[in-house]
């Protein structure tokens, strides 16, 4: 036990000989600098699709019934309404429960999964109808159907407006 203690003193004593306070203090400013930037640098993030910004015409524009996303659409495009097609208007909320689609991407002719969320709590948007209805089932089928008011399971079901989010790649 002598010993470790011994050592552990001479140890202590040598880093306090060789370390002045204000080394100590650079050493730990960038230390904490570094760990700050490191959420920043570049890494794989989720898989949100491939980039449609290479995609020409109606079919890369969110407010367009064309868009590739709106293929299963019945409804209003919330890009039109003052949202986006991935995000709800301000005042409206997005409904939990949704249905959702397979649409082709253009840009690399792969099927992906795309959910229809209605955006509720707001009088109907009536901007931008879009009524593609690809892969609609029945609504005895309700995951598969879009010609429901999916805000009924939202605290204000009063239907404003559609987006399409995309969940990710179909694999069949
Ligand atoms: N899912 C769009 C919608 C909302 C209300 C009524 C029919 C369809």
């Not at 203090?25 to 449609?52: E, I, M, Q, Y």
């Not at 868009?67 to 409206?92: I, V």
């Amino acid at each position: 036990m002598r010993f470790f203690d011994r050592w552990f003193q001479d140890k202590t004593r040598s880093v306090a000989r060789h370390t002045s306070r204000r080394s100590f203090l650079r050493k730990a400013g960038v230390l904490l600098v570094g760990a700050g930037a490191v959420p920043l640098l570049p890494v794989a993030r989720a898989n949100t699709g491939p980039d449609d910004s290479s995609i020409s015409g109606p079919e890369g524009e969110p407010g367009k019934c064309e868009y590739w996303r709106n293929c299963g659409m019945d409804g209003f495009l919330c890009t039109c309404c003052g949202g986006s097609h991935t995000s709800c208007p301000p005042g409206t909320e997005m409904a939990p429960m949704t249905w959702v689609g397979t649409c082709k991407n253009p840009a690399d002719g792969r099927d992906y999964i795309i959910a229809y969320n209605d955006c509720c709590g707001k009088s109907t948007c009536n901007r931008c109808m879009c009524n593609r209805n690809e892969g609609d089932l029945p609504n005895y089928f309700p995951s598969k159907s879009n010609d429901i008011n999916w805000c009924m399971g939202s605290s204000n079901n009063v239907y404003h407006c559609t987006t399409t989010i995309l969940l990710g790649l179909a694999v069949s």
